[in-house]
């Protein structure tokens, strides 16, 4: 097949997307005007088609890493650069935006900004956002990345960031690749000694959100934020 600068400027992905805009381009094409160029044998939109074919459409390309973009013939590291760097800057124009001082007014609120940002990862990450006596917005951190144990999620590490700045209540955030917002009993065990441990150190936990696909579990909203007797000790021992 001929290259895209042999097709009538009408059709060609840049020039359309120019005069019509950007709605009126279909995925490969979009993705078409990302690489720029195609394969010896084949256009921009034929190697955007194949991507999109072979890794699941635009959802399961957003969750490939740069190596597994790179096994589609025509796609080399520049590329897989330009289209990770154009679908990380996708997510973060749906997230809402946590700014520095913002109230966090409800579980929903927590949810619009980290489901974007979240959603398609496979591999579980665990965030801790910091608030202040008013529960305005600190910061956030990534405290692990991988599944979560008793033994990689300690207390000692997921409240350093609180402690260091001076923090008066945490809300903790993790995903579920498998879609399923529910809580594990690792997960109920965990929130129950990071409870516990915060009581220790006089900072609030008020929230333990876990996403999923689509829709989320708020341990507050629950009911289920409190911490056992067994935890407690745990968390007296984590934190010393």
């Known amino acids: 097949m001929s290259g895209i600068k042999q097709w009538p400027s009408s059709e060609r992905p840049?020039?359309?997307?120019?005069l019509e805009g950007a709605h009126s381009l279909s995925d490969a094409q979009l993705l078409a005007i990302l690489l720029r160029v195609g394969r010896r044998d084949s256009s921009a939109v034929e190697v955007a088609m194949d991507l999109l074919r072979k890794l699941d459409g635009l959802r399961g390309m957003s969750n490939r890493g740069v190596e597994e973009l790179c096994q589609i013939s025509g796609i080399g590291p520049a590329k897989a650069a330009q289209l990770k760097a154009a679908i990380e800057l996708g997510k973060r124009v749906l997230a809402e935006p946590l700014s520095t001082g913002t109230t966090i007014a409800s579980s929903a609120d927590l949810f619009r900004h980290y489901y974007p940002l979240l959603r398609d990862l496979r591999h579980e990450v665990f965030k801790i956002v910091l608030l202040d006596a008013k529960h305005?917005?600190?910061?956030?951190?990534?405290?692990?990345?991988g599944s979560l144990t008793l033994s990689i999620v300690h207390p000692r590490e997921v409240f350093n960031p609180a402690v260091r700045e001076s923090a008066a209540a945490v809300i903790f955030v993790h995903n579920h690749p498998s879609g399923d917002p529910g809580p594990s009993e690792e997960d109920r065990a965990l929130t129950a000694r990071l409870v516990a441990a915060g009581e220790l150190l006089g900072i609030q936990v008020l929230d333990h959100l876990i996403i999923g696909d689509g829709r989320y579990t708020s341990f507050a909203d629950q009911g289920w934020?409190?911490?056992?007797?067994?935890?407690?000790?745990?968390?007296?021992?984590?934190?010393k």
């Open 136 to 145: 305005g917005i600190i910061k956030d951190a990534t405290v692990s990345e």
């Open 14 to 18: 840049r020039e359309r997307l120019l």
């Open 225 to 239: 934020l409190r911490a056992d007797p067994s935890a407690r000790a745990a968390g007296r021992r984590a934190t």
